[in-house]
């Protein structure tokens, strides 16, 4: 299996990010996250791994807009220029756009607010190239899967999963997984199936209104957890996506049964989308003991749930979204694969 990685992910390396309370506390979405997955991986015989290529600006904006990815360019350096009375650290806003405004404000902090959702994606000196270097990873896999491999591995960070069109949160500023399945729906349909623990809000938002790719998202019920505006069993698409997107909100302590019936839910739906190409937005955040996570997923539901994904018989890209239980990340993630391909 190809294995794409970015190669300068470390350049990316927030000191800390806003808790619920105001509460400032080491970023939990650490370099060593992506070190540990790939020391897991080295030494397997199945493990072919590679450093990501460079990005196609193409394959971003297929997906996100032209404003957006200029924000996200210029943002850092622009937020150096502004007088400020302290010690500047990362650009992170302190005022976030309400519903339904008229138009985009012109000035710096105004514009941080309006493609910002929370205090969880700061913008560093590295962030903008090392967003764009783990999207050229999903890309690469999605290149490995069109020339006919099996299945591909690409261990972005940032992760990618909570980023809209124009918006970046929770860890992630470009979907990767989006841009890669945007970059297969060229050649067919596809489905995208997200098992992080939280919703892929960004996901859903991006190809809502699409019947060319289908999302089915498995996540902590949003009415309780992170990102609390999307994720609800009652959207399922809209215009002609309509019935083309599902969410299964599952309860804080779900365990490898009941997690692995709701899967089979949205399993039965890829496979009657017949995609020609599958998206796993694998984060690793539902296994039990995770910080962040209050599922109870075990490493044997986690080997269950790749061999019911390598059941579909579809080209397969992982695409590594959370995941924080720094002891537990390499044995989940082989856990995943193996089961995928047993
Ligand atoms: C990619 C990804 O997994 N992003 C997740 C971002 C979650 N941010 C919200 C964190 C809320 C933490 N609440 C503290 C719970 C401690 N038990
Ligand atoms: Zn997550």
Known sequence: MKIFYPEHHAQHAPAFEVFDGGVRVPYQETPERVELLLDSLRGRP??????GGACDPQAVLAVHTPEYVEFLRTAYEAWGREPTDYAKEGLLPA?????????????????????????SAPILAGTYQTALDSAACALD????????????????????????????AGYC???????????????????????DYHAG???????YQRADVLTVSLHADPDGAYPYYRGYAGETGAGAGAGCHRNFPLPDGTGDRAYLAALDQGLELV???RPSALVVSAGLDLCAGDPLGTFEISAAGLRAIGARLGRLAVPTLFVLEGGYARAALGENLLALLEGFSA
Do not use: K
């Open 173 to 195: 500023y470009l979907n990767n997984a989006a841009i890669a399945a945007q970059s297969l729906s060229g050649t067919g349909r596809v489905a995208i199936v997200d098992i």
């Open 46 to 51: 199945w493990a072919e791994i590679h450093p």
């Open 271 to 273: 496979a009657a989308h």
């Open 201 to 207: 809000d960004g996901t859903q938002e991006i190809f």
């Open 141 to 168: 896999g999605a290149r490995a899967l069109r020339a006919g491999d099996q299945a591909a591995l690409a261990l972005c960070r940032p992760p990618g999963h909570h980023a809209g069109r124009e918006r970046c």
């Open 95 to 119: 005022t976030f756009a309400p519903r339904g405004t008229s138009r985009r404000p012109r000035g710096l902090l105004g514009r941080a607010g309006y493609h910002m959702s929370d205090l």
